[in-house]
């Protein structure tokens, strides 16, 4: 990742953030997720038609890594069970532990980097919705693929409808193939692991994280080589997003924050404005360490500090 293209949203947080508004926000945000890929379910005929062009744009591309991969899964059990468990669990746990970790020890990078997943994330919201994509593991047998979840399932938790536990299958939308955000959120994990990571093996697990997220996803038959190429994507253009969503975000703080200050005028009326010395003062203005008169009224206009200093008012001159 270039590094022109963080550093400009790297710039510290203008409030101190805390976990116990984080968390709700990226809950939230992971609910939104999750409703929007139920609520995105499409056509399932739509989402079948998707599937099967973007495999014939992958051959005539010459880009189908899907079969090669699938068969070696479903041949080999060496293979494809420990990939079925890191389909179904890494991507819930390596993204969530990486935030952690940099709002731990990278508070100064933490918004930025949040700021980046989420709106990302909420980008690929919008490909679920505008083009439901029917999995290889769904196509007709013809196609040539086998669903390793399905295959394996006695080996996890899974059934035979995507990582869903059994029986919850309904909970999930086996149609938001496109993008995959399994391989947008590891490549956002390898990111931040080889930018902020300090030992070779974080940036080594950077590098290795997303590659193999992106095999994994194509052997298991849960998504096209396309799919993780738009996933990529989307992370670019939410890359790209992330200072205007931030600065967006300040702004509505700075408003909301407006709206809810106490009324300047009553501060004014309580004698609180301060106004540089060797101007003169207007009714209820007071100079710096100016002292209220015993009357109760402030220092003459033109009375210096040190002329007003005893609380007496000023000769005349």
């Known amino acids: 990742m270039p590094q022109t293209d963080t550093a400009r949203i790297e710039a510290p947080p203008r409030a101190r ?12 945000v992971y609910a939104s997720y999750s409703a929007g890929r139920l609520l995105a379910r499409g056509d399932v005929s739509s ?23 699938n068969r070696l899964f479903t041949r080999e059990a060496w293979l494809g069970v420990p990939a079925d468990f890191w389909y179904a669990s890494l991507h819930y746990l390596v993204t969530p532990a990486i935030l952690i970790w940099l709002f731990r020890s990278r508070a100064v990078r933490y918004r930025a980097a949040r700021t980046w997943l989420m709106t990302s994330t909420f980008i690929g919201l919008l490909g679920f919705t505008l083009l439901p994509t029917c999995p290889p593991r769904l196509l007709s047998v ?8 399905a295959q394996y399932s006695d080996y996890g ?3 035979g409808e995507a990582s869903a536990p059994r029986g919850l299958g309904g909970m999930t939308n086996q149609y938001a193939a496109m993008p995959s955000l399994h391989v947008g959120w ?8 080889w930018r902020h990571g300090r030992t070779p093996l974080a940036k080594v697990a950077g590098i290795v994280y997303p590659l193999l997220t992106t ?4 052997g298991t038959a849960n998504h096209y080589f396309l799919d993780a190429v738009a996933g990529a994507a ?18 509505v703080r700075r408003r909301l924050g407006g ?20 101007c003169q003062t207007s009714t209820g203005e007071r100079i710096p360490r100016q002292r209220e008169s015993r009357s109760g009224s402030g220092a003459e206009p033109g009375a210096s500090p040190a002329d007003a200093g005893d609380g007496a008012p000023a000769p005349a001159r």
């Open 142 to 149: 013809g196609h040539g693929f086998v669903d390793t979840m």
């Open 215 to 218: 095999i994994v996803v194509m």
């Open 186 to 193: 590891a490549l956002w994990c390898g990111v931040m692991l």
């Open 17 to 28: 953030l805390r976990w116990w508004t984080e968390l709700p926000l990226i809950l939230l």
């Open 259 to 278: 709206w809810f200050a106490p009324d300047s005028g009553a501060s004014h009326g309580a004698g609180s404005s301060i106004v540089s010395g060797g």
């Open 234 to 251: 989307v992370m670019g253009v939410g890359l790209l997003l992330t200072p205007y969503v931030m600065r967006g975000a300040d702004l």
């Open 47 to 69: 989402a079948v038609d998707h599937g099967v062009s973007i495999l014939r744009i992958e051959k005539a591309l010459h880009l189908n890594a899907e079969h090669p991969l």
């Open 157 to 159: 938790w899974w059934g």
